[in-house]
C-alpha cells in the first residue's frame, strides 16, 4: 500500500454564508478569491497560500441541486451534507491531497480498505481576473476511516487546471507566506496512525500516546490528544466521535505586523510564545494558528 507521499492540497471548511466567510478571512488580512459555483450545488471562496495550497470555505449554493446530487452518490457533498447535520454549518470537515492520478488512488484505497465512495469527476467555469474564461476539470478519489465520522479525506487530481497568475492572489496582508500543518485530535491518537499512513503513503514520526505527526512533503498532519490540542494551540476538542480536524498552521514572517492587524480589526487572539492563535468564529471553522517562520 506504502507509494508516493501526496502532498497536501487544500482544507475544507464548510460555512453557513460565503459573505460572512468573505468578511471574516478579509478582517483576518487573507485575499480572498472570487466565488466559485459546483455543478452539484456547493460554492466556495477561496484562499490561495504560497506554494500550491488553499483554504476551501465551502457553502450551500442551491439546496435542491446539492439534495439531488446527495441522492446520486455524490460523495462530496453527501459527505458535505453529513458532517453539517452533525456538527453544524461551520466547521473543518475535510482533508485534501493532490495526485497526478486520482484513478490510482482510487484503487489504492480501495485495496487499503478506506475508500469512502466512488470517485466523482467534474468541470465548472473559470474566469481569471483579466476577464479570460477557461474550464477546470477535476478528478477525485475519496478515503473516509469508518471511527471517525467527521472527517474525511480525497486525493485531487486536475485534469484541466487553467493557467492563471495567482500571484495577486497569494499576497495577504497579515504576512502568511505558507500553509505549513494542520491539526487533527483524536481521543487516542495513535489508533488514527495506520489510516493515515495508508492513505498518504508517508512516514509517522514522534509516535507517542499524546500524538504523532506525518510529513507530507509540503507540510505536516500533527495528530494530538485532547490535552495537548488545548495547551499547546487552545483548541477545546472533545475526546471522542474519532479523528477530528480542529485546526490550520500558517507560516508569518512578521508576528508582530500580523498581531498589529488583528488588534485593528478587532479579532479575539490569544498570543503563546512564538505564535499566535485565533479561535474559530462564523466564516472561520477552524482555530488558526500564524507561526513564525524566522
Do not use: W
Not at 120 to 135: H, I, N, Y
Not at 219 to 236: F, M, P
Amino acid at each position: 500500500m506504502r507509494g508516493m507521499t501526496l502532498p497536501l492540497d487544500h482544507l475544507v471548511l464548510p460555512v453557513a454564508d460565503l459573505d460572512v466567510a468573505l468578511a471574516r478571512l478579509s478582517a483576518l488580512g487573507f485575499t480572498v478569491a472570487p466565488n466559485g459555483i459546483h455543478p452539484f450545488g456547493t460554492a466556495n471562496c477561496c484562499v490561495y497560500v504560497k506554494g500550491g495550497t488553499f483554504l476551501e470555505p465551502l457553502a450551500i449554493g442551491d439546496r435542491s441541486v446539492a439534495d439531488a446530487a446527495a441522492r446520486d452518490g455524490n460523495v462530496f457533498v453527501a459527505r458535505d451534507r453529513a458532517f453539517r447535520d452533525r456538527q453544524g454549518d461551520e466547521g473543518f470537515s475535510a482533508l485534501v491531497f493532490g495526485t497526478a492520478n486520482a484513478g490510482a488512488e482510487d484503487s489504492r484505497f480501495r485495496a487499503g480498505d478506506i475508500s469512502a465512495g466512488k470517485m466523482l469527476e467534474f468541470s465548472r467555469p473559470f474566469v481569471d481576473a483579466q476577464g479570460k474564461a477557461d474550464t477546470a476539470s477535476f478528478r477525485l478519489a475519496f478515503a473516509a476511516e469508518a471511527t471517525s465520522p467527521d472527517a474525511f479525506f480525497f486525493a485531487c487530481e486536475r485534469v484541466n487546471a487553467p493557467k492563471v497568475d495567482r500571484s495577486a492572489l497569494e499576497r495577504h496582508a497579515n504576512g502568511v507566506s505558507s500553509l505549513t500543518g494542520v491539526l487533527a485530535v483524536a481521543g487516542a491518537p495513535l489508533e488514527h496512525r495506520d489510516f493515515l499512513l495508508r492513505l498518504t503513503g508517508a512516514e509517522a514520526t514522534g509516535d507517542a500516546a499524546s500524538g504523532f505527526a506525518i510529513e507530507a512533503g509540503n507540510g505536516t498532519v500533527l495528530v494530538v490528544d485532547a490535552a495537548t490540542a488545548e495547551s499547546r494551540y487552545g483548541i477545546a476538542a472533545s475526546a471522542g466521535n474519532g479523528l477530528q480536524l480542529a485546526g490550520v498552521i500558517f507560516g508569518v514572517a512578521d508576528l508582530v505586523a500580523a498581531e498589529k492587524l488583528f488588534k485593528a480589526n478587532a479579532i479575539s487572539y490569544e498570543r503563546r510564545d512564538r505564535k499566535i492563535l485565533v479561535p474559530p468564529a462564523a466564516g472561520q471553522g477552524a482555530t488558526f494558528v500564524f507561526e513564525a517562520t524566522t
